[in-house]
């Protein structure tokens, strides 16, 4: 059950002019569940995306940045998304290649344009062979069905350990114009996107240039999929897409505008909340946790500290614990890396309570303030390091028995 | 119960000629636990230690490096050790500095030395104020039991959540000359020690000057207590302590010599063992993992994949299975930051099973082998990087339920 979390409505999800949605059972791990998703896109659409820094980076994400990188060749702009669950198709060597190859020209046959209109994503289990046959076999079904308002079957379709499917959506006005969009996630385990996300698609029925949607899926990636983490295990599959269907009269061409900086903030935002959906699907999460480090000489710093908090089993068991154990929180600072901290001026709060102050126990600091927080399903760990103007946010969830049963019985 | 790791035999461990050891119930955190130890060293003896790099570094830290480099000036040499668990007196601000100082002033005037001549140490909670009051009181008890053949004792009384104490005894002998030497170490938790680690006391009755003895020293933590990880955790208070008490006819001035070199391999053999005591009784291990990581370009390289590798949860949890979800490690090598790595070329082993090979799956390797190696109390995960000659090897153990419920659970 996911932390404060209520299922998305199938009535909330907008479809977006530009895109139809279908899905399959392929059977590509298990019978009788959706595995295969396609996203058909209008000729008018745009895609940009960012991937996993892995180097074992899958067959897929290697064969999405070759398709994308000739985005400017002859081949024309991209048609269709691919993505099957049940397997990763990453350590999988040459034969990954071939297999995610053939995925696209199978789908590229059936909707008769180029392989590379096609973009691949997989996720599932590493080191296993892709059932490609298999995979190839569920693509007419997926067509058959394909339908503009199938967004929350697609959110379903792309679910692994997930305990629930992650969409929202949203419009804005700007200039007059409404935009419209709608994405969906998929993650629980195996998340600490580095420049990307394990599963995220974002589309809107905006006109949005290549170059300036580059820009734009970054910027969103960087503020949302890129701050959060549950294990610190960095995914072979992390991607994030952002599409722009070109079918609404609102058109952006050139970064810094008053229409990019509205749409920009608004996909950024709407991207946060489905990276907070994966967060607090977490495996085994059983509290939400923000982790704020302010006053950090630059955005490096801040980063390495609150990762180093959000990633320290002994800080997340007294999470899951709600035990104000408080001090493994500091020898997570003191530990992170940035040689020349000063921590005699470092402060420490969770939520309103200021639990260390000047590098030590505050005096006016008191055991039941820090257990109090602590047995909030929502909390704020708040560091100020009184040496700059930086600052950053990180999200994670808590270690529980739950992610060890989880991990520990993945693949049976 | 330690994985394979029985309990180590008191009539096994050899008293050392210029150090006794005494111990006091006082009361630390909790009654009827001998939680105070004291080691008196002979005015011959030399010590040398190295330390945390955690920025919150423990007040006792603090005050050991102060009084190890105030050893050229007048105060003359360390006379006594002084140890306290239940508390770490780290994160305390001045406060804990006033009571790391108070505690060796008061130690200082019953052994008639100076308070510069004192090492203080500390193990326990972080953040909460020591009892300094109840640690003096005890010295007295602690001085009254003071013998040469306590180390079995000085072992229980360093324990915080360790199941089992740890301590071994070595000899060799050199140039006709039998040197002994006896270990102590505690730690199961917090425990990715850099540079140092969590509690380790290592005394031979060899005279080493005081330079050799700082090389030998950390010689022996960088081949030991520096290659082992349980949860990554970084402690505020580890140490690591040599010393030489000078009783033995053997002596060493100068480093490189052969009995340099044979003394540094005993010691440095000795302190392994010590660290994979604390591997062993890791908190809720099950298993003993050697990670070896080969062919790599510098050992730099070679330690950021095999801590990638010993730090993944997931990784971690599917050996506590004892399944064979092995594309879980290659994950971890892919995201170990190596930059330019060329997985391409990467072959890795499960004890003799070839499972990856050239990046992919070896197309020999059969899941019941994985699972044969897997359901093994003890396994060597072995990468070869195919780029060099650097390599380098880290101890570590899995994740469980029981890892959970005693971090979720350690102050009460």
């Known amino acids: 059950m996911a932390?404060?979390?209520?299922?998305?409505?199938?009535?909330?999800?907008?479809?977006?002019?530009?895109?139809?949605?279908?899905?399959?059972?392929?059977?590509?791990?298990?019978?009788?569940r959706k595995d295969v998703l396609i996203m058909l896109l209008a000729p008018t659409a745009t895609v940009a995306g960012v991937f996993t820094t892995n180097r074992f980076c899958a067959a897929p994400v290697q064969v999405c940045k070759a398709h994308l990188e000739g985005l400017h060749m002859a081949s024309g702009p991209m048609r269709a998304l691919v993505v099957n669950t049940g397997n990763a198709n990453a350590?999988?060597?040459?034969?990954?290649l071939v297999a995610a190859n053939a995925t696209?020209?199978?789908?590229?046959?059936?909707?008769?344009?180029?392989?590379?209109?096609?973009?691949?994503?997989?996720?599932?289990?590493?080191?296993?062979?892709?059932?490609?046959?298999?995979?190839?076999?569920g693509l007419p079904k997926a067509i058959a069905n394909l339908k503009a308002d199938n967004w929350y079957?697609?959110?379903?379709?792309?679910?692994?350990?997930?305990?629930?499917?992650?969409?929202?959506?949203?419009?804005?006005?700007?200039?007059?114009?409404?935009?419209?969009?709608?994405?969906?996630?998929?993650?629980?385990?195996?998340?600490?996107?580095?420049?990307?996300t394990m599963l995220g698609f974002v589309a809107m029925d905006a006109k949005v240039s290549q170059a300036v949607l580059d820009h734009m899926v970054k910027r969103a990636a960087d503020k949302s999929f890129n701050c959060i983490t549950i294990d610190g295990d960095t995914s072979t599959n992390d991607s994030f897409m952002m599409i722009a269907t070109g079918t609404s009269a609102l058109e952006v061409n050139e970064i810094g505008t008053p229409e990019y900086v509205a749409l920009a903030e608004a996909v950024t935002a709407l991207s946060q909340k489905l990276a907070h959906m994966i967060i607090r699907d977490g495996e085994g999460a059983t509290k939400f946790i923000s982790i704020v480090v302010e006053e950090g000489r630059d955005a490096e710093e801040c980063r390495k500290i609150a990762y180093s908090i959000a990633h320290s089993p002994l800080v997340k068991t007294a999470f899951f614990a709600s035990d104000p154990n408080l001090g493994r929180i500091l020898a997570a600072i003191g530990y992170a890396g940035v040689n020349d901290l000063d921590v005699s001026k470092l402060d420490m709060y969770l939520d309103d309570v200021l639990v260390a102050k000047n590098g030590g126990r505050n005096p006016e600091y008191r055991e039941e303030d820090g257990q109090r927080v602590m047995k909030q399903s929502e909390i704020t760990i708040r560091v100020k390091l009184a040496r700059g103007e930086a600052s950053t946010t990180v999200w994670t969830c808590d270690l529980s028995h739950e992610y060890v049963s989880i991990n520990a019985d993945y693949r049976s």
């Open 3 to 32: 932390v404060n979390s209520p299922l998305p409505l199938a009535a909330d999800l907008k479809p977006i002019a530009g895109i139809e949605l279908g899905f399959a059972e392929a059977g590509i791990k298990k019978p009788n």
């Open 91 to 96: 350590g999988t060597g040459d034969a990954g």
């Open 153 to 196: 079957a697609a959110a379903e379709a792309i679910m692994t350990t997930d305990t629930q499917p992650k969409a929202a959506s949203a419009s804005i006005v700007i200039n007059g114009v409404t935009v419209t969009m709608t994405g969906i996630s998929k993650g629980a385990g195996m998340i600490k996107p580095n420049m990307a």
């Open 104 to 137: 696209c020209v199978a789908l590229a046959e059936l909707l008769q344009c180029e392989p590379a209109q096609i973009l691949p994503f997989s996720t599932g289990v590493i080191l296993e062979p892709l059932p490609v046959d298999r995979l190839v076999a």
